[in-house]
């Protein structure tokens, strides 16, 4: 009776109230989710970290979970279960998703069938969880609010971590010119490597120079932007004409002069993942799923934690010195 008493429960990262890292507490025994109506039931085998889920977590962000409740939304894994009208998906097949219902940091997650998508053998479960937030993320940024065309420059500012890398990659592909910042020889060389023709340090004093010197009178096309209270200024002197800026990160208020839009009639957009429509989130599902087939791409998994260490890995991806791939949960 015992073992049967213990076996619907799992370990699961709970926030029981909003504040820093240490609010985060693990827990072994969380009720299994049972997966609803077009819902699947997920064993985790790896979990993205994301940005995003320190700043919910931190209480200081738009969208405000219910508490208590479980972060993560990239998860790679084994579907376990499967709700009533599900077809695409039976038990045992590999899958990756965009979302979760129930929470990605733990062992088990229920998520909607409609953000799961089959995981290529291609890919490791690690390499899985990276795809989520940063690739959707990028081809979002790149072609359905930033436009971007094959020919045009696009520069990746912060191109070293999850979204930087993905961006990198499917740029690359689908034909840009693709200039890269990282803030670390290692991280320029990984830049380098994953599609761009050039990297920029930007611990350095004169990198915007550097950026300048290399394009030209032209400036680049289209930026995108990881840490838009840092450089957003500078971005719109680095524009074409017409250029535009994707702010993709931000983690605080910057001053601007507007005027710098106005000499070359640029534009400064924002992009949220969560605000894609059913059919942007399919469109990029599409792109994605044909470049894993395709080979280019590849997500680059950079630190790996247990869930035991879930404060130290919220804690490194604010504050490491320098991101090199995507921060993932093993559990």
Partial sequence: VAMAATRNVMRAVRVLEFGGPEVLKLQSDVLIPDPKE????????????????????SGNYARKPALPYTPGSDVAGVIEGVGEHVTAFKKGDRV??????????????????????????????????????????????????????????????????????????IARACGLKVLGTAGTEEGMNMVLRNGAHQAFNHREDNYVDKIKEYTGMEGVDIIIEMLSNINLATDLQL?????????????????????????????????????????????????????????????????????????????DIIHSSGARGKMVLLP
Wanted: net charge neutral.
């Fill in 38 to 57: 077009n819902q699947v039931l997920i064993k985790v085998h790896a979990c993205g970290v994301n940005p995003v889920e320190t700043y919910i977590r």
């Fill in 96 to 169: 990756f998703t965009t979302g979760t219902i129930s929470g990605g940091y733990a062992d088990y997650t229920v998520a909607a069938a409609s953000s799961v998508f089959p995981l290529s053998d291609k890919l490791d479960f690690r390499q899985g969880a990276a795809i989520g937030i940063p690739y959707f993320t990028a081809y979002r940024a790149l072609f359905q609010k930033g436009r971007a065309k094959a020919g045009e420059s696009v520069l990746v500012h912060g191109a070293s971590g999850g979204v930087g890398i993905a961006t990198c990659q």
């Fill in 239 to 315: 524009l074409s004409y017409a250029g535009r800026v994707l702010v993709v990160g931000c983690r605080g208020p910057i001053e601007i002069n507007p005027r710098d839009t106005m000499s070359k009639e640029s534009s400064i957009i924002g992009v949220s993942l969560f605000l894609a429509t059913e059919e942007e989130r399919h469109e990029c599902a599409t792109a994605l799923l044909d470049g894993i087939e395709a080979g280019w791409l590849k997500p680059i998994v950079g630190s790996e934690y247990p869930l035991e260490k879930v404060v130290k890995a919220h804690e």
